[in-house]
């Protein structure tokens, strides 16, 4: 028996996962695969390098971030909570700060320095690292005594936390993803997460670099969810955290049809804009409107609604005063593509959910086979709460490691 415990993937996941099993004095230890030269390469770049870590988030919070998968993260989430990350990350050399919005960085302001404290203690505590292997195959245990075949290792038990697709420029290739399909496991077709949306209508390159602090867009589809939050203007669509955090699910609409519409509320409350005809009527509806938002955008928005810049509120029309509401507060985006996996932060899709046991994560279908992080389908929002999943879950793993 090569290791008690063999982990595909050198991540935040499988770092975590190494050291839990480590403490436990396994009796053939643990052993780490990576497919990279360098473990950790997308942790150490997460948070433009600067590494936001985790979100300070209950366990409420936390599960409502993943939507339907909330309930499946909580076990994980409970093993290690923010504050208990922060307690481990400190206690290996990478003590944290957190933000005024909640967001968990490095005091460092370093990802790359919370990687290499990670990888230096497990190394400390005896985990074997085998850098720059890709595992090729992948055979499960043909007893219940007999051992997991990896390449040209045995072990006890193996954890696939080899990650998703997103970011390929950093080394994500998608490759657990077929080993766990060889093993029999179901994959929701992955798609890009928290990644930029391209738009088919132009305007909004006529204000690329402009952000409104607090919009909503929603997807004109059925069992979808809202995004609130910060909007970027680009000069191909739109991108900001509201936009981020739609857009795992625009890219599986995309999946199955040419284009999606979005709706995009400017406002955070209703405009009563007959209200507005009687108490504002000799002002300009351009000059309330420039009181809104930046005047830059009040002008593209009145042409958008086919409004001459010189009407005041009351000479509007009922046909114009609808428009100004449709276009204050559903005004349709149309998406035609996203940044793809290259500029995701995340991968949407993965191994089901309905094949895992969520208190340990362990595969259904085959004995003593896990998976962590990423690999699973589920996402969450941008700021942390992801890096979050990958630790929490692979120290579940870790942390539940058998002889």
Not at 49 to 76: I, K, M, Q, V
Not at 200 to 227: K, M, N, Y
Not at 344 to 369: H, N, Y
Request: proline residues 7%; glycine residues 10%; charged residues 15%.
């Amino acid at each position: 028996m090569d290791a008690s415990l063999l982990i595909i993937g050198a991540g935040p996941a499988g770092l975590l996962a190494a050291l839990a099993a480590a403490r436990r004095n396994l009796r053939h230890g643990v052993l780490v695969l990576e497919r990279l030269l360098t473990p950790g390469v997308k942790l150490a770049a997460t948070g433009g390098t600067r590494g936001n870590l985790s979100h300070h988030a209950d366990e409420e919070e936390f599960a409502a971030a993943f939507g339907r998968a909330g309930r499946f993260t909580l076990p994980a989430f409970r093993a290690l909570p923010p504050a208990a990350l922060q307690e481990l990350l400190a206690a290996h050399g990478c003590p944290t700060v957190v933000d005024n919005t909640g967001r968990i960085y490095p005091r460092s302001q370093s990802a790359a320095q919370c990687r290499d404290a990670l990888y230096a203690a497990a190394q400390r505590v005896g985990v074997r690292f085998v850098l720059g292997h890709p595992v090729r195959t992948i055979r499960p245990p043909d007893s219940p005594t007999a051992p997991w075949r990896v390449d040209g290792w045995a072990a006890h038990s193996v954890l696939l936390a080899a990650g998703g697709q997103a970011a390929p420029q950093l080394g994500s290739d998608g490759s657990g993803f077929a080993l766990a399909r060889d093993l029999g496991y179901t994959i929701t077709p992955p798609a890009p997460a928290l990644t930029a949306l391209y738009t088919t209508e132009t305007w909004p390159a006529t204000h690329s670099g402009l952000s409104l602090p607090q919009v909503t867009l929603t997807i004109d589809a059925p069992r979808t969810t809202p995004s609130h939050g910060e909007i970027l203007f680009t000069h191909r669509g739109i991108s900001g955290p509201a936009a981020l955090n739609l857009a795992g699910q625009v890219a599986r609409l995309l999946l199955r049809q040419q284009t999606v519409t979005l709706r995009l509320n400017l406002l955070t409350s209703p405009v009563d804009v007959a209200r507005l005809r009687q108490t504002a009527g000799a002002s300009l509806v351009l000059t309330w409107l420039a009181q809104q938002v930046p005047r830059s955008l009040a002008h593209t928005l009145l042409q958008l609604a086919g409004i001459p810049e010189t009407t005041p509120f009351a000479r509007l029309t009922a046909q114009q005063q609808e428009r100004l509401r449709t276009t204050l507060h559903a005004l349709p985006l149309t998406v035609r593509a996203t940044g793809g996996f290259r500029e995701s932060m995340v991968t949407a899709g993965g191994v089901s959910l309905k094949q895992v046991i969520p208190d340990t994560l362990a595969g259904r279908l085959t004995p003593r086979l896990h998976f962590a992080g990423e690999i699973l389908d589920l996402a969450g929002p941008t700021g942390g709460w992801n890096l979050q999943w990958a630790f929490c879950s692979g120290h579940l793993v870790g942390s539940l490691a058998a002889e």
